[in-house]
């Protein structure tokens, strides 16, 4: 069962110790450790939660990008632990992408291509998949997104 908590950098030591290899990777193809990453998308959000079971399992937050045509960028990274959940993480979106909608218009980032269970997650949850391909980091990125 997963439990969602307001996020704090308390949390942030053992997401990144045990970070997803996927998510490891989109971090450093930004030039980030998963502990700076996690530290950064904490700080630049301001919707930021700590996905538990038990222990925290994942991090995910929305950080805006342009307030005034009312743009941000949701995140999520986390451990293995957090996709073992898969069902509850499904139940858990919707109500979370309505809180981030009801702060912003358009909901938009981007994700490794290597990162399926993310991608299809993102299906899931109602965000569109871009077919254009961008080299960040040396890895292949789509964008995603999501239109209020």
């Not at 994942?58 to 996709?83: H, K």
């Amino acid at each position: 069962m997963i439990d969602l908590r307001p996020a704090s950098p308390a949390h942030v030591g053992r997401i990144a110790r045990n970070m997803r290899e996927a998510d490891t990777l989109e971090c450093g193809a930004f030039g980030r450790t998963p502990r700076q990453a996690l530290r950064f998308g904490l700080q630049a959000s301001v919707l930021a939660f700590t996905a538990f079971d038990e222990r925290p399992v994942a991090m995910l937050g929305l950080t805006p990008v342009n307030a005034i045509e009312s743009v941000a960028r949701p995140w999520l990274l986390g451990t293995d632990a957090v996709f073992a959940c898969a069902r509850p993480l499904l139940t858990l979106g919707p109500p979370i992408i309505a809180a981030m909608h009801a702060r912003f218009r358009r909901l938009e980032n981007q994700v490794w291509t290597g990162n399926t269970r993310a991608i299809r997650l993102l299906g899931q949850w109602g965000f569109e998949i871009g077919d254009e391909v961008a080299m960040i980091g040396g890895l292949p990125f789509v964008d995603f997104w999501r239109e209020a």
